[in-house]
């Protein structure tokens, strides 16, 4: 069992900057894919950015040029430094990492909590 612990949400002005982090613990796991997405109200849960065990990152076409996904695999931890945020940004945050466990020795497929990050004046 993995489990994901988001913070640094909050509420900031349009054109700031906010980072999340998200630590994962848990007992004898590999994470090899981890990941942001975030749901507004009334929307679907869609894809923020993620980095794959490899390094290689994706992101949504929203948040493109904006936002930067980084890890620490040492400490099992991903980031996401969010800049020039804007209104439509507003929504909780979900951490979400990807891997195999070695206690079930199944994939393991972990989402944190949420944070709240909503950008107004």
């Known amino acids: 069992q993995v489990q994901l612990r988001e913070s640094g949400g909050g509420l900031v002005q349009p054109g700031g900057s906010l980072r999340l982090s998200c630590i994962a613990s848990?007992?004898?796991?590999?994470?090899?894919?981890m990941g942001w997405y975030r749901q507004a109200p009334g929307n679907q849960r869609e894809l923020v950015a993620e980095?794959?065990?490899?390094?290689?990152?994706n992101y949504g076409d929203a948040v493109k040029g904006r936002f930067t996904i980084s890890r620490d695999n040492a400490k099992n931890v991903v980031y996401l430094q969010m800049n020039v945020l804007k209104p439509e940004d507003t929504a909780v945050y979900y951490c979400?990492?990807?891997?195999?466990?070695?206690?079930?020795?199944?994939?393991?497929?972990?989402w944190g909590q949420g944070t709240l990050v909503t950008v107004s004046s």
């Open positions: 979400n990492a990807r891997g195999i466990s070695y206690v079930s020795l199944r994939s393991l497929d972990a």
């Open positions: 848990g007992d004898r796991f590999r994470l090899n894919d």
């Open positions: 980095i794959i065990s490899g390094g290689s990152t």
